[in-house]
C-alpha cells in the first residue's frame, strides 16, 4: 500500500472541485485496508473512503486519510431457477456491474444504468432511478467494521434502507467500510416500465418486445440527454433530495401552482420533484462564475471548471432560501459535504 501526501482529489471526484488531503491511498485487498489502519504514520487521523466520488463536495482540504476502494472482481453463486447471487467487490464501476448483469442475463439494476460511483457506494445513498432503487436487489454485504477490526455480512434488513438513505448515513456513520455487495438477481425479468420517461423513450426506439437490454438502453439515452457527464461538466447528479409534504400543504400548492409535479405516498403525503421547485424560482440554467445550475435538469448543481466548495454551497444555500420562501418547502442536500 503506498501513502501519497498532500495530494488533490480534484481528479477522484465528479464535481471536480480543488481540495487537498493529506494522505491519499489506493487500497486494493482487504490485507491492504487492514494495513491503513495500523499506518503509525496516519494513527489519530480521521479516514474517509471514497468509490467514484461521485456523491461528495468538498468544502475545504481534508486534514486525513482518503482512500479509494478499488477491490475488484465479480461473482455468481445459484439461488434457485428464478434467482442467482450476483456478487460485486467494492471497487467495481457501478455501470460496469450493471452492464455486466445485462448482458449475462441477471434482472433487477438494469433500470440503475450510468448512475456513477462504485458498487460499494451504492447502498450508502441507496441510489435510485426509474422507479427501482438499488435496496429491491441487494441481498446482503460484507463490510470492514473499524470499531472490531472483523469483517461482517450485513442482511437487507440491517441495512435500514430508505430513499436515498441507510444506516450508514446515520448510526453506523464512518463504522463500515463496504467491501462487496450481493444481489439478489432475477433470471425472468420483472419489468419497470412505468416510470414515464422510460415507456416515451422505448416507444421513440421503437421497441416492440421489452428486454433488459433495451430498458438499459432506454435509461442510458434519457439519463445521457438530461444529466452532465461529470468527465465535461463537473457534477454530482441531484444535489437536493425531492421533498415531501403533507396533504394540506400539498392541497395548498396545487391550488397555486396547478402544475406542480407531485407523486402520492401510501401514507397520504406527497413527494415533490425538487427540479420543478427550483426551476420555477427561476435557477435552471443560471451561472455565477463557475458554479451553476444545469440547463436541463436544475436538480443538478455543475462546476463549470473551477468552481470552488464554498461557491456551490453558496448557490444551493441561495436556491434552499428561494424555494423555501416561495413554496414553503424545506430542501434536503442529497450530496455529502466533506
Ligand atoms: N422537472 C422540472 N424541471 C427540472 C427537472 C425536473 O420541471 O429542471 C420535473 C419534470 O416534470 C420531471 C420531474 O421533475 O417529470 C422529475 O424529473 P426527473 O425525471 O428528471 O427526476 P428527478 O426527480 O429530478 C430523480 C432522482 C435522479 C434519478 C431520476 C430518474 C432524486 C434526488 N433524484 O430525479 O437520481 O435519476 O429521478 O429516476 O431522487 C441522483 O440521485 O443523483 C439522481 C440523478
Known sequence: MHLLENISIKPYTTFGIEAKARYFAEITSVDQLKEIFHEPRVAGLSFLPIGGGSNMLFASDYDGVIFRMGIKGISVAALDENYSLVTGNAGEVWDVFVDWCVSHGYAGVENLSLIPGTVGSCPIQNIGA??????DAIEYLTAYDKETGEIVTLQNTTCKFGYRDSIFKHEAKGRYIILSVTFRLAHHPTFHTKYGAITAELEAMGITTLSIEAIRKAVIAIRSRKIPDPFIIGNAGSFFKN?????????????EYPTIVAFPLPDGSFKLAAGWLIEKCGW???????AGVHAYQALVLVNYGTATGHEIISLADDIMLSVYNTFGVHLDMEVNVI
Open 243 to 255: 421533498p415531501t409534504i403533507n396533504t394540506d400543504h400539498y392541497n395548498r400548492l396545487k391550488a
Open 130 to 135: 426509474y422507479g427501482v432503487e438499488v435496496s
Open 284 to 290: 435552471k440554467g443560471y451561472r455565477k462564475g463557475d
